[in-house]
């Protein structure tokens, strides 16, 4: 059974960094894409950030382009998402996903297994 745990959460101010964390279990993650997607409440959830199978190539949102960075480490079955000059804007549950797909699609439903989400919050 595959199962995605994200970590790395928490509270910040506007300015600050945080590294996300997403530990993958029951797949080898190499061999596969990755998403980062956040829902702010009321709103729905959106795509953050990608990076294609075998770290074939990352992609972002232009409201994180430049700010956010994706990347991962198969030895450690682990993804992470390195966020820098954070705004309140930012604020959100983060998810980590998981596609068989050969590149990170910008769609939830392209996604097959999700983590249970991290708490980011940025203070003005």
């Known amino acids: 059974q595959v199962q995605l745990v994200e970590s790395g959460g928490g509270l910040v101010q506007t300015g600050g960094s945080l590294r996300l964390s997403c530990a993958a279990s029951?797949?080898?993650?190499?061999?596969?894409?990755m998403g980062w997607f956040r829902q702010a409440p009321e709103k729905e959830r959106e795509f953050v950030a990608g990076?294609?199978?075998?770290?074939?190539?990352?992609h972002y949102a232009d409201s994180v382009k430049g700010r956010f960075t994706v990347s991962r480490d198969n030895a450690k079955n682990t993804v992470y998402l390195q966020m820098n000059s954070l705004i309140p804007e930012d604020t959100a549950v983060y998810y980590c996903?998981?596609?068989?797909?050969?590149?990170?699609?910008?769609?939830?439903?392209?996604?097959?297994?999700w983590g249970q989400g991290t708490q980011v919050t940025v203070s003005s």
């Open positions: 996903a998981l596609s068989g797909r050969t590149y990170a699609s910008i769609s939830s439903p392209a996604y097959d297994y």
């Open positions: 029951g797949r080898t993650i190499s061999a596969l894409s």
């Open positions: 990076i294609n199978r075998s770290g074939g190539g990352t």
